[in-house]
Every structure is written in C-alpha cells, then in structure tokens.
C-alpha cells in the first residue's frame, strides 16, 4: 500500500515560548505534538493501520527537525530544497 508523505510547519516564533503553568519553547512543543500525531496515524486497528507515515520528504530527511518554522522551511526551499520538491 501506499504511505502517507508529511511534513509538518508551524508559524509561531522560533525563539517563543509557550504560555502556561509550565512553558516550553516553541520547537518542543511542536516535536511532540506531531509525534503525537505521528502515533495517532500509525495506531494499528481491528481494520489494520489507519496509515503508514513517511517522515523522510521533510527538510533534510531522517536527519532533519521533525517540525520546521515556517521561516526554516522557506529557506530550505529557496536554498537547498531539490527540485522535485517544490
């Protein structure tokens, strides 16, 4: 079957910080809401997995942030992204 190819952005500040009790920069907070995200779409059901997540098309594959600002992901698309990318 098929996979479904994700790239997740956020648009708050890259140096921000989340409000509350507890805060935590922007970066963190975005990483693991989509790991939760992530794991939510992979959960295997009593009709199979919901969907195979391909994380590798994001900026600079396996080896790249799991979230980008949207400013980190402009520049990669205005300087290193390949072709086929845009």
């Not at 890259?14 to 992979?42: K, M, W």
């Not at 600079?60 to 990318?85: I, P």
Request: net charge negative; proline share 2%; charged share 25%.
């Amino acid at each position: 079957g098929s996979d479904l190819d994700l790239v997740f952005l956020y648009g708050g500040e890259p140096g921000g910080y989340t409000s509350g009790e507890r805060c935590i920069d922007n970066e963190t907070f975005f990483a693991r809401l989509g790991q939760r995200v992530i794991h939510i779409l992979n959960t295997a059901t009593a009709g199979g997995v919901l969907y195979e997540v391909d994380m590798r098309l994001r900026p600079s594959g396996n080896s790249g942030m799991l979230v980008s600002s949207l400013e980190a992901y402009e520049k990669y698309q205005r300087e290193d992204a390949w072709t086929w990318e845009h």
